[in-house]
């Protein structure tokens, strides 16, 4: 038996990436997974790849920026398995460049998916999970919603927020019995920047100013459904990310430096002229 055995779990952005991750490691702890993606294609494949591995799964599309159909596939699984133990709300992605080259539509995209996204799962989840007594909300943030990340200022505005919603409802959801937690891992190997939208640079050049070693998917999920099992606050990985974490809250001003030094060396990498 794990703390995962039999518990119904319903993941975001399950198609690739972390989502993937996340629904083979549960898998493989005994949960019961719903597998969701835009790309229905996809969502299959992962809840296929479960299956296979001796788990329970299936897939739904599922566009996280509808509320009403977040509302729907939340229904169904509890109208299919009376309950739902875990919502995983992970479905996301990044527009990076400077902000002075980021247009509105990419805000207001990245706001829908990233941010409303949550909402729209916990607005669903939430109030089922405190009728029931019981039930985990996990939501993926990032380190950059804890110390933010030049030439990232859509998506660590969405995942600030991120934090400030898990951390709020985590203090109201506690005496329904309801456990809210907020990941926010360094840098894994997704696919993330496969599709984000880029300006001013390359996106090889973007990731070649990226210092840390990319943690592998599958590390990531695990230490995620530990803190899970564990009902931390915060599950922030791995040992840089606690590091840079701390230097953020001891000198805000040192990291400040820190990231002036990020602009310069992507200002010399620049593909267009800034556009003022």
């Known amino acids: 038996m794990t703390p995962f055995t039999d518990k119904l779990a319903l993941v975001t952005g399950a198609g690739s ?14 949960g019961i997974v719903v597998a969701t993606d835009i790309d229905l294609h996809a969502a299959s494949d992962t809840a296929a790849a479960v299956v296979a591995a001796g788990g329970r799964a299936h897939a739904e599309a599922l566009d996280v920026t509808d509320a009403a159909a ?32 980021i247009e509105l539509a990419h805000w207001r995209r990245i706001v829908e998916v990233n941010l409303m996204g949550v909402v729209h799962g916990t607005l669903a989840a939430y109030p089922l999970m405190a009728r029931q007594r019981g039930g985990c909300i ?32 985590r203090a109201e959801a506690a005496r329904h019995g309801v ?5 926010c891992p360094g840098f894994i190997e997704t696919r993330i920047f496969d599709a984000a939208t880029v300006t001013s640079v390359t996106k090889k050049d973007l990731l070649g100013l990226i210092p840390f070693k990319f943690i592998p998917a599958e590390e990531a999920a695990a230490r995620i459904l530990q803190g899970v099992a564990r009902n931390q606050a915060f599950i ?29 060396d992507a200002e010399k990498l620049r593909v267009r002229p800034v556009a003022l």
């Open 17 to 30: 990436g972390l989502g993937r991750a996340l629904c083979l490691a549960l898998g493989r702890e005994g």
């Open 70 to 101: 977040v509302s729907r596939a939340v229904d169904a699984v509890v109208k299919q398995h009376g309950r739902l133990d875990l919502l995983i709300n992970n479905a996301g992605f990044a527009v990076a460049g400077e902000a002075l080259d």
């Open 138 to 169: 996990v939501n993926i943030a990032s380190l950059a919603g804890l110390v933010g990340a030049p030439l990232m200022a859509p998506y660590a505005t969405t995942k600030f927020a991120v934090v400030g919603l898990t951390l709020t409802l």
């Open 179 to 183: 456990a809210v937690n907020a990941v």
């Open 236 to 264: 922030v990985f791995p040992f840089y990310a606690r590091v840079l974490w701390w230097l953020y809250r001891l000198s805000p001003a040192l990291m400040a430096r820190i990231g002036s030094k990020a602009i310069a």
